[in-house]
């Protein structure tokens, strides 16, 4: 069940004049396919038009934040910012997956965290953000919550933890791992969630976050280092 879009707008800071278009970058096509009498509109369009204005604005920014670089060294920048995993993460941080409206069928074969729908579904949104507010509402968002994110040689700073814990336990013959979300605590619009990685039913690290996936992630970094 997807959540609230004003809970998002509030934990964005951003509100929306047109509700129409934030309620459009959040509906999948499963959605609109399975409400045909309704007069549901998908995010296709939405993500056609941010995956053009996400690389104006970060062209831009990489444009000024890196002087010397050439052409070519811009260009491969952008790129490994606005290819797919960079764009899954910044959903990821965001819970975007939270508030995505799915169809039943692609609920339930686990949608909401399909790598390819929240790199569309945050694409969509910047779209929507460009239509609903213009340019600068888009460099705003992008200042707040994605160049934070990006290293000192404008990459993004994504460390697969969960990876990195797997292949260590795996060449190692340790034992199998499993993860538990054993709290959730905080309101509805600011829930953080806490997340136990065990290895062989032995707890190896805790980690909390603004999402599942964070918390996974943060309890794969302490098990690393319990490991070394």
Known sequence: MHRNLQELQQR??????????????????S??????????????????????VLELAMSEYLYHRHHTFSEGE???????????????????????????????????????????????????FIGALYLDQGLPAVKTFLKQYVFPQLADDGKPQVQDYKTQLQEKVQQQG????????????????????????????????????RSKKEAEQRAAAEALKALV
């Open 74 to 124: 811009l260009t491969k920048l952008r790129a490994s910012i606005v290819c797919e995993p960079s764009l899954v993460h910044f959903a990821d941080q965001l819970q975007f997956g939270e508030y995505v409206r799915l169809g039943k069928g692609e609920e339930m074969t686990g949608g909401r965290t399909r790598p390819a729908l929240l790199a569309d579904v945050f694409e969509a």
């Open 174 to 209: 340790l034992g199998s791992l499993s993860y538990r979300i054993t709290d959730e605590r905080g309101p509805a619009h600011d829930r953080e969630f806490v997340a136990e990685v065990h290895m062989n039913d032995q707890l190896l690290g805790t980690g909390s976050g």
């Open 31 to 52: 959605y609109v396919n399975e409400h045909r009498m309704e007069k549901y509109e998908d995010n296709e369009r939405l993500e056609y038009l941010g995956d053009a």
């Open 12 to 29: 964005l800071g951003v509100q929306f004049e047109e509700k129409r278009l934030l309620q459009q970058a959040f509906t999948h096509s």
